[in-house]
């Protein structure tokens, strides 16, 4: 083969890849944004409400506190909306661009935070998109969310709670703060098990003093002392700025990186 038609062909291919990738990445998928401050579009039915009134809530606290909208989707596949055969960070990166989730800038500054948690059900994957200012930046941390947050419950078929969970940790992750916790069995959390032990030194109190026992002493002093702290924060926390009133959907564009889970 020729030179000239070694270069013809490698031209060809080369445009055959390109046309590819253009009509892959501008591909129109066929499902409706949630209205501008609902943040949940819950095509596969997982989520319980009381999981979806508190996911709300935060969502639009984060919204009006920083501009930083959550939107969380779940579908019970890709190919159901035109994405049969594509990857799941394709299929976050287009609807996260079609819907323009978040804004380009805020008066003047380069603000582009939105934040985007996809969970295909057949398709078992989960993703994690966010605007082009995050700038990749959190990449590590977005994985930790999923690995520690949402694939765990996912594994034990509570996709209800691994959202929710993903939802305050990306919460956190908005506002600089400290992730939660991961996910783990029951027998490891420090407070369960401590309130077993409470209940095993009561019932003893009880079967060895009776009334006049230490343990009513003890759960007096207790439950003295949570409602005092629950008073500090109800009285503390006050009204939010709740400064930004406008919604969801502002021309924002992904690239800003993300992470992608499967169970």
Not at 13 to 33: E, K, M, Q
Not at 102 to 111: E, F, K, L, N
Not at 187 to 214: D, K, N
Not at 220 to 233: E, H, K, P, R, T
């Amino acid at each position: 083969m020729s030179h000239r038609n070694l270069s013809c062909v490698t031209l060809s291919i080369l445009c055959a890849v390109l046309s590819f990738s253009t009509l892959t990445t501008a591909r129109t998928l066929t499902l409706d944004p949630p209205g501008d401050r609902a943040f949940i579009q819950d095509q596969a039915y997982i989520i319980q409400p009381a999981d979806r009134d508190e996911m709300v809530a935060i969502c639009d606290q984060l919204l009006s506190d920083t501009i930083i909208p959550i939107i969380v989707v779940t579908i019970d596949s890709m190919a159901a909306h035109g994405w049969n055969g594509m990857s799941i960070e394709s299929f976050a990166q287009n609807l996260f661009d079609q819907w323009g989730i978040g804004y380009t800038d805020i008066r003047g500054t380069s603000w582009n935070r939105g934040v985007l948690l996809v969970v295909s059900i057949q398709d078992r994957k989960a993703r994690i998109e966010l605007g082009a200012d995050w700038d990749h930046q959190y990449d590590g941390t977005c994985q930790r969310i999923m690995d520690e947050q949402i694939i765990p419950n996912f594994k034990q078929g509570d996709f209800s709670s691994g959202i929710l969970a993903g939802v305050k940790a990306l919460n956190n992750m908005s506002r600089g703060l400290e992730l939660p916790k991961p996910v783990q069995p029951w027998w490891l959390y420090p407070a369960l098990a401590g309130g077993i032990l409470l209940v095993i030194f009561t019932v003893v109190s009880l079967i060895r003093r009776g009334s006049s026992g230490w343990a009513w002493l003890f759960w007096g002093a207790l439950f003295g002392l949570v409602g005092f702290i629950l008073y500090q924060m109800l009285t503390s926390r006050g009204g939010s700025s709740g400064e930004f009133g406008g919604g969801s959907f502002g021309g924002g564009f992904s690239g800003g990186g993300g992470a992608t889970g499967s169970w």
